[in-house]
């Protein structure tokens, strides 16, 4: 488990818990996983290992707007052997090579019939490219450029033994009950089968999350969706378009293993408490990062954010997938994610839902002049070593801006000081008698939170 002190974490604890989250990762790299199918169930089954997870299968045919569940497939092997009997594309060695969802095929073809159904890089020779043919009945084989230049012409048998059939799409959900029921959401894909940061790196870090808003007191509920890219949202959010109203904030995580920069792309609505929250947290990190804007492509906030839901959900990720290379390809394996990455991508997620926990409006009960804080023990309390000037300063804004309209992460802009400072500063005034939450100036019960 991660400890975290003002933003910090200790290196012992993130090491083991990157190495952790590495082996995670290890464990559901070899499944073949696409958006139906044994693959996915044997994912989930691993999740619930680690966490509480309820697991729901929808149906085939089922309408969730404009789309419908696909049948599900499953495969079990596929291969191309040369005249020698020899398999020259092995599904067995690498589930890539298999085009995700295609149909059966059994038969015997010349290179030249075979090839509109080959696929490979030819600017990345090495890598075995990530194709799919979800809602088109096809069939094909991926491979790396160098492998298929040594295809010589001549006679191949093709089997690709799989199954298209009526059966269900699965999900994993994981709901920690909070204090309130307005949630905050988690959703990560789980359909890209051996890749390890598009889709095994957002899978790990929300299982830490979820392991770690679990043992902690919180105000939110905390969704946790582990679904198929698209159409698995669609499902979701159609199976629950009556609640889901609660969700207040949310991540899309995706790609946070790879060693780029931290990128989060804002909610549809730009300017939503998730979307401030994200950005103060990175500021304070100091590391390196960037904010881009929402734009209607990339994975599943492009659903929650459609115009008949609007959520605010933003998109944690680090390199956007445009962006490397070694995208949907055999290049994202093992050795492309970092224990490193997984945990600061952990630990800035974490500190988004501390923050968003913490962000709250105070009124300050001796607002006619500063109150006297020396006199209190104040100025002692929470200063003394370095920094004690921004210190002081942070009570000070706290008094200056809790006239009950400003919320702490308004103050923290605005003073332009770690929230973290802020809050703090806000404890010990609370403690000091100085301030007070306004849900109890204005009745509200303040319940512990049973967790
Ligand atoms: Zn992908």
């Excluded at 290992?49 to 404009?66: A, N």
């Excluded at 890749?195 to 969704?223: E, F, K, T």
């Excluded at 929402?294 to 839901?309: A, K, L, N, T």
Aim: hydrophobic share 35%; net charge negative; with cysteine.
């Amino acid at each position: 488990m991660i400890m975290q002190t003002d933003g910090v974490l200790h290196t012992m604890e993130s090491q083991d818990a990157g190495r952790a989250m590495l082996d995670f990762i290890a464990e559901l790299y070899p499944i073949c996983r696409s958006i139906t199918g044994e693959g996915v169930r044997e994912t989930l089954r691993m999740i619930q290992k680690r966490i509480p997870l309820h697991i729901h299968e929808v149906s085939s045919g089922t309408t969730v707007f404009d789309w419908t569940v696909p049948l599900e497939w499953n495969v079990t092997d596929a291969y191309i052997k040369n005249a020698a009997g020899v398999r020259v594309v092995d599904f067995k060695a690498n589930n890539l090579h298999v085009m995700s969802y295609s149909s059966p095929v059994k038969q015997r073809m010349t290179l030249e019939d075979l090839s509109p159904h080959l696929f490979s890089l030819p600017d990345y020779p090495e890598w075995i490219p990530y194709r799919t043919s979800y809602y088109q009945e096809n069939w094909g084989f991926c491979l790396s450029h160098k492998n298929r230049e040594l295809l010589k012409n001549g006679e191949y048998e093709v089997v690709i033994d799989s199954t298209l059939r009526p059966g269900s799409l699965t999900y994993g959900e994981s709901f920690l009950p909070g204090e309130s029921s307005d949630e905050v959401l988690v959703s990560c894909h789980i359909c890209h089968p051996s890749m390890c940061n598009d889709n095994l790196s957002g899978i790990a870090v929300a299982v830490w999350l979820a392991q770690a808003l679990a043992v902690r007191q919180r105000r939110y509920s905390y969704r946790f969706l582990f679904i198929p890219g698209t159409i698995g949202s669609i499902t979701w959010l159609a199976r629950n378009e009556g609640t889901v109203s609660r969700i207040q904030h949310g991540l899309v995580l995706t790609g946070v293993g790879d060693a780029g920069k931290v990128t989060y792309k804002r909610s549809r609505r730009g300017h939503a408490e998730i979307d401030r929250v994200m950005a103060k947290v990175l500021k304070d990190s100091g590391e390196p990062h960037a904010i881009i804007d929402f734009f209607p492509y990339g994975y599943d906030e492009r659903q929650y954010c459609s115009p008949g839901f609007d959520l605010a959900v933003g998109c944690f990720m680090r390199t956007p997938h445009s962006e490397y290379p070694e995208y949907h390809s055999s290049g994202d394996n093992l050795n492309f994610v970092k224990a490193d990455s997984l945990v600061r991508s952990f630990a800035r997620c974490l500190e988004a839902f501390e923050l968003l926990e913490h962000n709250r409006t105070y009124l300050n009960l001796n607002s006619k002049c500063e109150p006297q804080l020396g006199r209190r023990g104040l100025y002692r309390a929470v200063a003394g070593h370095q920094e004690k000037q921004s210190k002081e300063l942070a009570l000070l804004w706290v008094l200056n801006a809790s006239d009950g309209r400003h919320t702490l992460l308004d103050i923290a802009e605005r003073a332009d000081l770690p929230f973290r400072r802020i809050q703090t500063a806000a404890e010990a005034l609370v403690e000091a008698g100085l301030l007070q939450d306004t849900r109890k100036t204005q009745g509200e019960p303040i319940k512990e939170a049973a967790s």
